[in-house]
């Protein structure tokens, strides 16, 4: 097997453009190779700032392209099971945008599919790629806050870009499934559960939620609270709480420095936090999975977990 995985995009969405498409070309063991888009100038454009090789007007014929070993799916949320399954069916590995689905039923048909056709599915949630999440694992798993109690996860931000695909509840818009889905992860990889139950608010316009949030009580007795949204100023925090102290964790999705602080009744304490190139660190895990023929680090009983929550948080929205 060569020592590069060639890439193909379906799409030239903002975020391949500004950070999945550099992510590629840094990483030694990626290619970006071929784009697909409708768009000719979007064409024209990847050709020029990243001289790709290979430019299709339909992701069909990227998708026959024998050369593409690996597919980003950048789309709008209610086109990610139609071509992540397309793309598997032609053997390509596929890295999907989250949320990987709009619901649980369709992830399960997503990873039948990865399965049927002996190719990888990962969910790109890029800051699980973080030093940042590395050192809240450590300090959970040292037990120095002691037996896991509350988590509260945020992330909201104010939308001013108009006609975005996050406004539109046909394409899977809205903030739950956008900014949302981080916090959905975060407590999914801190608790390693279902909730038992849930209860939620929301603010709807135009058929998306706006703002949301959620209480979600966990079978050990853990209790969380989500919040997500498009109407407010910029939040990112979050905090974990046990019975011996907690962790409060400024900027939780960003691989930027910083620092975390545990605080216990010994006093507080400072963890500083190293930058991380998030995306690239991604690209790379997934090119060296399907490499050297082993899984990823996000396993998708873990997105399927993520989406049998978002399933119970819509459920219970008012």
Known sequence: MTSQVKWGILGYARIAKLSVIPAIMKSANSQFYALASGDPAK???????????????SY?????????????????????KEWAIKSMQKGKHVLCEKPIALNAAECREMIEAARDNAVLLMEAFMYRYTDRVRRIKEVLDSGEIGRLRYIQSTFRFPLNRSNTIKERAELGGGSLYDVGSYPVNFLGMITGQLPDSCVSQSVVENGVDTIFSAVLKYP??????????????NQMNSEIVGSKGRIDIPDTFLGTEGSLTVVTETGDRQIAIAESDRYALEVTDFADAILERRQPQLRLEESLRNMQVLDMLFASMR
């Open 43 to 57: 064409r024209k454009e990847a050709e020029e700032l990243f001289s790709c090789p290979k430019t299709y007007s």
């Open 60 to 80: 069909d014929e990227l998708l026959d392209d024998p050369e593409v070993q690996a597919v980003y799916i950048p789309l709008p949320n209610s086109m990610h």
């Open 220 to 233: 050990d007795g853990v209790i969380a609270t989500i919040n997500s949204g498009f109407n407010a100023f």
